[in-house]
Every structure is written in C-alpha cells, then in structure tokens.
C-alpha cells in the first residue's frame, strides 16, 4: 500500500510566522503535489515536482515557496502566513504511467 | 476558467437506491479521468477512472460512464450505502500534463438508512 504521510494533522500559526509543512511518501514515486482544499473551490494545485530539486508552479503559488532534496519528501513553505491561507493543505504522489495520485491525511492549518 | 465542473453541490439519496453523480469538462485535451472519494479530515482516495478510449469502467458497485462528445462523465452507485456518504471529486489529466490532475469543487453525497 502507498503511504503518504504529512508532519500535522493540525496546525494554528501567526500572522507573518514562516510554516513548513512537511509530506513523506514511502513508494519511490517521482512525482509529488501540494494542494490546498476550501470549500466550494475543491482542491487546487499550489506546486508540484516531477524529480528531486525539480519544481513547477500549479495554478496558485503566490505566497508558497516548495522544496525537494530527497524524492521522497517535499516540502511546502509558507514564507510569511496570512489568515486567507488558512485551509486544508493536502499532499499527493503518483508513479510515472497512470495518473492517479494517492494523498496524505491533510493538515489543517489556521492562520490568526 | 473551471475546467472540470461539478454542479450540484450536494445530493441525498436513500439507502438501496441509485446514486448518479455528474461532471462536465470543458478541456479537449483531457484522455483521463478520474473520482475521488474523501471524508472529512481525511485526504481524498482513489474509487475509478475511466481512459477516453473507454465509455465505461466498473468497479463493484461503481461505474463511471464517459460521453466525450458532450464532454460529460457520471458516477454512479448502486446500491448506495451510508458508508457512501462523503463528498466525491471528479479529477481529469491531460496525457502531457506531468500527470497534474485538475479537479472539480466537489459534490456531497448524503445517503440516508
């Protein structure tokens, strides 16, 4: 079974405080994803990686910063958190063939 | 420009019955598609996709139909358990696309004993 795992099931953060949120997954995946979830706008793609030190822009990264030095492990940074990024933030992966991502459990972060 | 669309926000349905969940997509370039299933506080899990040379893929009690010409996909669960109960996302991938998946906003599946 794929295992993705993500360092906080919840977190609550200032105003202007610099946020890492850490994703591991165990199955030699190349590509990685960090999503963020609110309601009635689904899930939409903040950054992803198809390789170690490789990143590209998804269609909201302003604000977000990601990192990869190890493939299994990518990092999303929120360099100075404001509360409109208080939401879910989800991490996935995916194989090289069929896209389908498999996800962590999500962190919840609130932003006061 | 929401690519993938899911209008109905949220569905009841009782116990036993047919559950039909609707996706519409305006991208031509789109091959595969994809539900997810997720529950709250829990990340999203795969149920079926469907490849674009396909009109249709099963899964137990869950097939996936693909018109392409309307550019149309439904859900549908027969029989609907409340275990179902969860909001459902249709998901569509481009065959260039680095395996990025575009989602829809989601619809709430209510099924009631």
């Known amino acids: 079974d794929v295992k993705v795992t993500q360092s906080s099931r919840y977190l609550v953060k200032r105003t202007g405080e610099k946020v890492f949120l850490e994703c591991v997954q165990d199955?030699?995946?190349?590509?990685m994803f960090w999503y963020r979830q609110d309601p009635g706008l689904g899930l939409r793609l903040i950054y992803f990686?198809?390789?170690?030190?490789?990143?590209e822009k998804g269609d909201i990264p302003e604000g977000y910063s990601v990192s990869r030095e190890k493939k299994e492990r990518f990092s999303l940074i929120l360099e100075s958190a404001s509360t409109n990024q208080t939401s879910m933030y989800l991490c996935?992966?995916?194989?090289?063939?069929?896209?389908?991502?498999?996800f962590g459990p999500g962190t919840r972060l609130t932003v006061t | 420009d929401q690519q993938v669309k899911q209008n109905s926000p949220s569905l009841s349905v009782q116990e036993g019955r047919i559950s039909i969940l609707n996706c519409d997509y305006t991208?031509?370039?789109?091959?595969?598609f994809l539900w997810y299933k997720k529950y709250p506080a829990e990340g999203p899990t795969f149920l079926i996709s469907?490849?674009?040379?396909?009109d249709k893929n099963e899964d137990g009690r869950f097939t996936v139909f693909l018109n392409k010409s309307a550019k149309h996909l439904s859900l549908h669960i027969v029989p609907s358990q409340p275990g179902d109960s969860a909001v459902y996302f249709c998901?569509?991938?481009?065959?260039?696309?680095?395996?990025?998946?575009?989602f829809g906003t989601g619809t709430r599946l209510l099924v009631s004993p």
């Open positions: 199955m030699d995946h190349e590509n």
């Open positions: 990686s198809y390789d170690v030190k490789m990143k």
């Open positions: 998901a569509a991938s481009a065959r260039t696309g680095f395996q990025k998946l575009v």
């Open positions: 996935a992966s995916t194989a090289g063939g069929p896209p389908e991502q498999y």
């Open positions: 469907i490849s674009s040379i396909k």
């Open positions: 991208n031509s370039m789109f091959d595969y």
